[in-house]
């Protein structure tokens, strides 16, 4: 299939179709006499997997890895898939966490302020930003 049927199909952009290819994520398809990217219809299997992998937050890095292990699976154990994906779930944690602080220490701020009319030359905002 063409790569626009493809992007159809998979509801994705030429551009990041070339990008997947370019890094690796989908085999560089054969080419028609005319020049035109012939892919096959497993390419279809494989986006959907990209796109699944990247909804649930897994970086291109990551899912080029995960891809690897699914071309071989049967070199490869359902607990390193786990390992795997727990690494993600800490780091996933870590970043809620992160923003959790962000989120306190903007509304502590956010609270310490007036919101009146007057000139932002005593505003509390700007000085704990500055301190």
Request: charged share 25%; aromatic share 6%; glycine share 4%.
């Amino acid at each position: 299939m063409k790569i626009g049927e493809l992007a159809t199909i998979v509801r994705i952009d030429i551009q990041t179709l070339r990008y997947y290819e370019s890094q690796g994520l989908l085999a560089e398809p054969i080419r028609l006499q005319n020049g035109y990217r012939d892919y096959p219809e497993d390419a279809v299997t494989r986006l959907k997997f990209i796109k699944k992998a990247k909804l649930v937050g897994f970086t291109l890095k990551e899912i080029k890895e995960l891809l690897a292990i699914q071309v071989t699976k049967d070199e490869h154990t359902c607990q390193e898939v786990k390992n795997f994906t727990q690494i993600k779930l800490d780091e996933i944690s870590l970043k809620i966490n992160e923003l959790s602080n962000i989120q306190q220490a903007l509304e502590k701020i956010h609270i310490s302020c007036c919101g009146g009319n007057e000139t932002a030359a005593h505003c509390s905002i700007l000085s704990a930003l500055e301190n």
